[in-house]
C-alpha cells in the first residue's frame, strides 16, 4: 500500500521547486532529493514528472470541487440550486489557483500557461459529469429542455473555467460579468426554462 506520507512529501518537494525554478529545468532526482527520498522512490508512486504535477494541481484545488461533488448528488435540492453549487466551486478553484500562481513572481508567462492548461483540463474533467447528471436530472423533472446534455455540461464548464481563470483572453471585472451574464441568457434561452430562473447566479 502506498505511502501517502512519501506521496505528499514528493508533491511538497515540487511545489517548493515551482516557486523557485522553471518547470523544465526542475528534474525527478532534484525533486527527490528535496522531498529527502529516494529517486526510485518517486517511480513507485509517479511515473514520470508530469504526473507528479497532475497531482499536485489535484490536491491544490480537490476541497472546493469536492464540496460541491458532494452537494450535487442531493437530489432534493433543485437543479439549477445544484448547478449554482457548481459553478460557485469552479469560482472558488480558480480564485484558489491564481492566488496560489499569479503571485509567483519568478514563475514564467510559459510555465504559467502550461500550469493553466492542466488546471483548466482538471476542473472541467472533475465537474463534467456531475453537471451532465443534474442537466439530465432536471430534463427528467421536466424544468430543462434540451437534447445533449453532456455537450451543455462540457460547453458551460469550458466557458465558465476559462472566463474565470482570466489568463487567455484577459478581462476586466466588468467584461468578465458581462460574459458570464451573457451565458446565463443563452443557457435559460437554449434549456427553454423561465427568464431569470439563472438570474441568481453568482460569479462575483
Keep these: 500500500m502506498p505511502d501517502m506520507k512519501k506521496y505528499d512529501l514528493i508533491l511538497d518537494a ?3 521547486l515551482l516557486e523557485e525554478r522553471k518547470i523544465q529545468n526542475i528534474s525527478v ?11 526510485g522512490s518517486i517511480y513507485y508512486y509517479f511515473p514520470s514528472k ?3 504535477l497532475d ?6 484545488y480537490e476541497k472546493p470541487l469536492q464540496t460541491a461533488k458532494a452537494l450535487a448528488v442531493q437530489t432534493d435540492i433543485a437543479p439549477f440550486t445544484r448547478m449554482a453549487m457548481l459553478f460557485q466551486a469552479c469560482r472558488n478553484s ?3 489557483f491564481l ?18 492548461q492542466k488546471y483548466l483540463k482538471h476542473v472541467i474533467s472533475e465537474l463534467k459529469p456531475e453537471l451532465t447528471e443534474i442537466i439530465k436530472q432536471g430534463i427528467a423533472r421536466g424544468e430543462i429542455h434540451f437534447d445533449y446534455p453532456a455537450a451543455l455540461a462540457e460547453i458551460v464548464l469550458i466557458v465558465i473555467a476559462v472566463k474565470l481563470d482570466n489568463s487567455l483572453i484577459p478581462s476586466t471585472p466588468e467584461e468578465m460579468e458581462d460574459t458570464l451574464k451573457g451565458l446565463i441568457s ?3 434561452r437554449g434549456t427553454d426554462v423561465t427568464p431569470g ?4 447566479l453568482s460569479f462575483f
Aim: charged share 15%; aromatic share 4%.
Design 14 to 16: 515540487l511545489q517548493q
Design 29 to 39: 532526482s532534484e525533486i527527490a532529493q528535496k522531498a529527502g527520498i529516494g529517486k
Design 50 to 52: 508530469e504526473a507528479i
Design 55 to 60: 497531482a499536485l494541481i489535484q490536491r491544490s
Design 94 to 96: 480558480s480564485a484558489a
Design 99 to 116: 492566488s496560489q500562481n499569479g503571485s509567483a513572481s519568478d514563475t514564467s508567462a510559459q510555465d504559467l500557461a502550461f500550469l493553466h
Design 186 to 188: 443563452l443557457l435559460e
Design 197 to 200: 430562473s439563472l438570474s441568481y
